[in-house]
C-alpha cells in the first residue's frame, strides 16, 4: 500500500502499472510499450506490467495504439468478501487522491465466489470512498458511470483485491477520431494490431480493397506519419487526480506534434463498392488529418489500382454469420484469392476473416495464420505471399 506521503505524490511515486488490451493483441502492445522505452516485467494474453509514476502513465496514454486502459496500483490486500473491501477501501486516503468536489467512477473486473454481479462490487468500492471522503471533509462527492473523469479500478480475483487509479478513463482502443462507425467496424487497436502483425515498412504501397469505413486504411497514414492516439484526445482520467501538472501533459503533446510528418511518398489505397463506405472513410480520415494520403475509389474490389510493388495488400471481408449469405460469400472469398493472385504479385497478402470455411474457398495456401479476436469471435489473419511469376524450388545438386 502506498503510504500517506507517497499518496500525495503519486505522480512522482513508482508503482505497478498494468496496461490492458484486448486478448491477443497483447505482443503488438509490448512492442509499443519497449519502443517507448520501458521495461516489462510481465506479460499476459490482455495486457502486461511494469514500473512506473502516474507521470509514466502520461506518455503511456498518448501514445499506445493497441492499448485499453493503463492502470496505477494503489493497493493490494486480501479481501475474502465485500465487508472486507469496503474496509480495506476505507483506509486509502482518499482526500488525497480526488477532489471531493469532483467527481468519479469506479470499474471493476470481479471473480469472487460471494459477489453475483460486479455492480455490487463497485457500489461497495464507491461506498468506501464517499463515506471517507465526507467523513474527512465534510462534503459527498459526486458519482456515477461515466468515465470522462476520475476513475478507479477494481481487480478481485478469489480473495486477492488490488485497487488502481484507471489513469485513462475512457477507452484508449478507440482513438477519437472515428465520428462515423460505419457498418462492422474494426475497433482501432485491433487494425493497429493487424497492421502491426504484416511487418508493414510504414514506406510501401498499403492497399485496402473492401475498406468499410476506412479504419485500417487511417491507422496505415497515421502510423506512416509518425501521429499517435494522443494528437486526437484532450481528456484523460490522469487529469482529475490530486497533484496533476498540466504542464507535464501539454509537454507530451508537443513532443508528438513535433514527431508528426505531413506527407509520405508512397500510396495508400482504399476502395469500397459502397459509395456511403466511402464517404464515411473519406469523413473519418478528414477528422484525422489524413484524408490527402489515402487514394479512395468506389469500385469492386477486383478492380481496385495496385501500384507497383512490393507492399501490402489486406482484406476485413464479412464472416457470413448471417443466414443466406454463405454461398455468395463462398464466391466472394475464390475471387479475393484470384485478385491477390492475378494483381498483387510482389505483394504480401492478408485476409482477415472469423470463418474457416470460407477461409478454404480462398485457394491460396497461406504461408501463416496470426490468432486475433474480433470482439468475443475467434478469428484468423491469413498470410499469402504473392511472388512474382511462380516460387521456383531450389534444385539439389547431386
Request: glycine letters at 8%; aromatic letters at 10%.
Amino acid at each position: 500500500m502506498l503510504t500517506s506521503q507517497i499518496i500525495m505524490q503519486v505522480f512522482h511515486t513508482k508503482s505497478k502499472i498494468v496496461i490492458t488490451c484486448n486478448k491477443r493483441l497483447s505482443p503488438y502492445l509490448q512492442q509499443e510499450v519497449e519502443a517507448l522505452g520501458y521495461k516489462i516485467t510481465r506479460s499476459f494474453s490482455t495486457g502486461l506490467e511494469l514500473e512506473g509514476t502516474l507521470n509514466d502513465c502520461i506518455p503511456l496514454n498518448l501514445n499506445l495504439r493497441c492499448a485499453s486502459q493503463v492502470l496505477y496500483l494503489i493497493k493490494s490486500f486480501e479481501a475474502e468478501n465485500p465487508a472486507r473491501l469496503y474496509k480495506e477501501v476505507l483506509e486509502i486516503e482518499w482526500e488525497k487522491l480526488l477532489d471531493f468536489t469532483g467527481y468519479f467512477s469506479v470499474s471493476s473486473n470481479v471473480d469472487n465466489e460471494t459477489i453475483t454481479t460486479p455492480l455490487f462490487a463497485n457500489l461497495k468500492v464507491k461506498d468506501a470512498i464517499v463515506d471517507r471522503i465526507k467523513e474527512i471533509k465534510g462534503i459527498r462527492p459526486d458519482t456515477g458511470s461515466d468515465g470522462n473523469k476520475a476513475v478507479v479500478h477494481l481487480y478481485w480475483k478469489e480473495e486477492k483485491a488490488d485497487i488502481f487509479i484507471d489513469t485513462s478513463g475512457e477507452t484508449l482502443a478507440k482513438h477519437g477520431y472515428r465520428k462515423i462507425p460505419g457498418k462492422a467496424p474494426m475497433l482501432e487497436a485491433l487494425a493497429c494490431g493487424t497492421i502491426m502483425a504484416t511487418g508493414w515498412d510504414k514506406k510501401s504501397p498499403f492497399v485496402v480493397p473492401m475498406c468499410g469505413s476506412g479504419t485500417l486504411a487511417i491507422e496505415a497514414a497515421l502510423m506512416a506519419t509518425d501521429k499517435f492516439p494522443g494528437l486526437f484526445r484532450m481528456n484523460y482520467s490522469f487529469m482529475h487526480i490530486l497533484g496533476y501538472q498540466e504542464e507535464v501533459f501539454f509537454e507530451e503533446r508537443r513532443k508528438l506534434k513535433e514527431k508528426a510528418k505531413k506527407d509520405i511518398d508512397f500510396k495508400i489505397v482504399a476502395t469500397d463498392i459502397s459509395e456511403d463506405a466511402i464517404d464515411i472513410s473519406k469523413r473519418n480520415a478528414k477528422t484525422a488529418g489524413v484524408d490527402h494520403l489515402i487514394d479512395f475509389d468506389v469500385c469492386d474490389f477486383a478492380d481496385t489500382e495496385v501500384p507497383e510493388g512490393p507492399g501490402v495488400v489486406i482484406f476485413n471481408p464479412e464472416y457470413g454469420e448471417r443466414l443466406g449469405v454463405h454461398t455468395k460469400l463462398e464466391a466472394t472469398y475464390k475471387r479475393m484469392g484470384d485478385f491477390m493472385k492475378s494483381k498483387c504479385k510482389g505483394y504480401r497478402g492478408y485476409i482477415f476473416t472469423g470463418n474457416p470455411d470460407l477461409a478454404k474457398k480462398i485457394g491460396l495456401k497461406a504461408s501463416r495464420r496470426i490468432e486475433f479476436y474480433n470482439g468475443k469471435l475467434d478469428c484468423r489473419m491469413l498470410e499469402y505471399e504473392l511472388y512474382e511469376g511462380s516460387k521456383r524450388e531450389p534444385k539439389i545438386s547431386e
